[in-house]
């Protein structure tokens, strides 16, 4: 493989690269390529602009095609987390030491992906390098002694001396030289160039920026299925994390127990999980997608709430899950959730995807992050669906709150005052925010990042859900639409009457004020004349 950075820094990690992995070959120089390689890794070991950057990692993508290029990033570059990916690198890290290095070098050759980007600070960190201390100057100034009489003793072999006792005695200096700096970099390069495990490497530490969170993607093979493996061990890591609502308005989850909604989420994943092998498996058409809601909320209620739990009710034991099932209705929809083949083709039949005008592989990390925001909205909507239906059988069981809902609503009082606030924010949502999003083709999704649920508004067409608005909210849009006809024509006659006043008060009013000034003057003076 081709590692192409600094030389001590260079020398340093090819030597840590080969002696974890005895089989590697690390050169520095494309000169000393034994064929075409079979990756290139590229350490930015200064701050370049992005035109330029991208510009280099194009050429060397096209060079040296097809080997995986891995970019480690440096500290003080101020990307954002969309232009990163946006170069189209097949890797990049941006912290960790040797091992993950090792990690992402073995992903990456067994035709993976690896994107390693650390959580951005709200304004770039500017650090002071240390002074160096003796050792490190030291290995400096003698790998640089040995590297200029190294490129001596190249230039005098090449061509070869038709002496033969000089040109033994060269090639014999040169292996001298490179074991005395095989043995710098043994003795003194771990220590003194920050490469042992716990140290991050350099020219791959802190990002500075000021828009993403923390940002993992491993992607073993380029495939629907490792797509959709990676995006369910995110999320899957997210709900176990815990998440707290960052959307602005009242979530049915939220009333559920924080152990009952890890339950309900984790459930509903591992649902779609079995939903997504088993239409892979039988090709079953994605247009029934629909038509296996309802199950797989069965499914994933029943997993929540326990097979063998049972609760009293009215004098009698019964089991949690049934009686639920029994109650509950799940034909209900969300006429926000987007069109499910959005979602479903790239996942099963590992078809590109739009983003941002751009048709990318699902494999690409920009697509598999807009993957996940729809995975996500569909857990968080499905589960408000679920929760909505809990807390419908909650004010009729009294006995099931201690099991399902926090401690503040085994009151009746507080329970109905949720329920009743989330029904006039349903009603709301449906007759006036709907409407304005439909009208301004705007989609509101719900993604888990950061350890919350945040709301994002995707903008996409929305006339034919526009058309099938019933009367009341077509009332709606005719009011913004009403309003953006007139919106010209009324600004035009305020700036009108603006103009009008300007007039009056300076033309009119400010010289009747300055004629009756001058008068009140004139009187005076004749005042003071006459005495």
Not at 25 to 36: C, I, M, R, T, Y
């Amino acid at each position: 493989m081709l590692l192409l950075a600094p030389e001590p820094f260079g020398e340093s990690l090819a030597l840590q690269l080969t002696s974890r992995m005895s089989g590697w070959n690390v050169v520095l120089k494309a000169e000393q390529l034994k064929g075409a390689p079979k990756m290139v890794i590229w350490s930015i070991d200064a701050l370049l602009s992005l035109p330029a950057l991208q510009q280099e990692v194009r050429r060397l993508q096209e060079r040296w095609q097809p080997a995986p290029l891995l970019l480690l990033l440096p500290e003080s570059f101020t990307a954002s987390r969309d232009q990163l990916l946006a170069l189209g690198a097949e890797g990049l890290l941006q912290s960790g030491g040797v091992e993950q290095l090792t990690d992402a070098i073995e992903t990456m050759l067994s035709g993976g992906r690896v994107v390693q980007l650390q959580a951005s600070a709200s304004q770039p960190s500017q650090t002071i390098s240390p002074a160096m201390g003796l050792g490190q100057w030291l290995l400096v100034s003698g790998l640089q002694q040995i590297s200029n009489d190294l490129q001596v003793i190249e230039a005098m072999l090449k061509p070869p001396p038709k002496e033969g006792l000089l040109r033994f005695l060269l090639e014999g200096r040169c292996r001298e030289l490179h074991q005395a700096r095989a043995l710098l970099l043994w003795l003194w390069g771990p220590l003194q160039m920050g490469l042992a495990d716990a140290v991050p490497l350099k020219g791959a530490s802190r990002l500075s920026s000021d828009d993403h969170d923390a940002t993992s993607i491993t992607l073993r093979q380029r495939n629907a299925a490792a797509v959709w493996d990676s995006i369910h061990d995110r999320l899957a890591g997210a709900v176990q994390a815990g998440l707290s609502n960052a959307t602005g308005r009242l979530l049915a989850i939220e009333a559920l127990q924080p152990e009952r909604r890890r339950e309900l989420l984790l459930a509903l994943l591992q649902q779609l999980d079995q939903l997504l092998a088993r239409l892979r498996r039988d090709e079953l058409d994605p247009d029934c997608w629909s038509d296996l809601q309802p199950e797989l909320r069965r499914q994933a209620l029943t997993s929540m709430a326990g097979s063998y739990v049972r609760i009293p009710r009215n004098g009698a034991l019964l089991p949690v899950a049934a009686a639920l099932l029994d109650d509950a209705e799940f034909t209900d929809e969300d006429e926000d959730l987007p069109d499910p083949i959005g979602m479903l083709a790239p996942l099963l039949a590992d078809q590109p995807v739009l983003v941002n005008g751009q048709l990318l592989p699902a494999d690409d990390p920009r697509a598999l992050l807009q993957l996940e925001t729809l995975v996500s909205n569909w857990l968080v909507r499905t589960a408000e669906l679920i929760g909505a239906e809990l807390l419908e059988a909650c004010g009729s069981w009294p006995e099931l709150r201690r099991y399902m809902l926090g401690e503040r609503l085994l009151a009746t009082r507080e329970l109905d005052r949720v329920r009743n606030q989330l029904n006039s924010q349903l009603r709301w949502a449906d007759w006036i925010e709907r409407p304005i999003q439909l009208y301004e083709s705007r989609r509101l999704l719900f993604e888990l990042r950061g350890g919350r649920i945040q709301p994002r508004l995707l903008t996409e067409p929305r006339d034919e859900e526009l058309n099938q608005l019933g009367w009341w909210q077509r009332q709606v849009a005719l009011l913004l639409e009403t309003r953006d006809a007139l919106a010209p024509q009324v600004q035009a006659v305020i700036q009108r009457l603006g103009d009008l006043a300007v007039v009056l008060l300076t033309q009119v009013l400010g010289r009747a004020i300055g004629l009756i000034g001058r008068g009140i003057a004139q009187g005076m003076g004749r005042g003071l004349g006459r005495g």
